[in-house]
Nanobody, 122 residues
Framework: QVQLEESGGGSVQAGDSLRLACAAS????????MGWFRQTPGKEREFVAGITNSGGNKYYADSVKGRFTIARDNAKNTLILQMNSLKPEDTAVYYCAASYGVARYPSNYYYWGPGTQVTVSS
C-alpha cells in the first residue's frame, strides 16, 4: 500500500502558473504508474495527466496538453504537475493516484491522495 498527499494548490488569476506536488510514502514509489485527476462538484473525476513508473512515457488530456507537464522524481518519491497558462475552467480539486499501469479511468487506480483545491479567477 502507498499513501499519497498532494500540496501546492491555491487561488490564482487566469494566465498564472501553479506547481502541484504529490508525496508518496513508500520507497517502492517507482513500482507505480501515476496519474493526476481533477473533479468539480456534480461532475465525474476526470483524467488530467499520467506517467509510467519510469517516467519514460507521459499522457495528457486534450484540455491541458501544451499547458500542463507531469513529471516524477523516483529518488524523492514525488510526483509533480506543473500547470501554466491556467484558465478558470481548470478550477477543481486535483488528486494524485497510483496504479500498476497508466490509464485514463479512475477505476484503474488503487491509491488516492485527499486532493488539493485549485481555483482560477478570470
Amino acid at each position: 500500500q502507498v499513501q499519497l498527499e498532494e500540496s501546492g494548490g491555491g487561488s490564482v488569476q487566469a494566465g498564472d502558473s501553479l506547481r502541484l506536488a504529490c508525496a508518496a510514502s513508500r520507497r517502492t514509489f517507482s513500482d507505480y504508474a501515476m496519474g493526476w485527476f481533477r473533479q468539480t462538484p456534480g461532475k465525474e473525476r476526470e483524467f488530467v495527466a499520467g506517467i509510467t513508473n519510469s517516467g519514460g512515457n507521459k499522457y495528457y488530456a486534450d484540455s491541458v496538453k501544451g499547458r500542463f507537464t507531469i513529471a516524477r522524481d523516483n529518488a524523492k518519491n514525488t510526483l509533480i504537475l506543473q500547470m501554466n497558462s491556467l484558465k478558470p475552467e481548470d478550477t477543481a480539486v486535483y488528486y494524485c493516484a497510483a496504479s500498476y499501469g497508466v490509464a485514463r479511468y479512475p477505476s484503474n487506480y488503487y491509491y488516492w491522495g485527499p486532493g488539493t483545491q485549485v481555483t482560477v479567477s478570470s
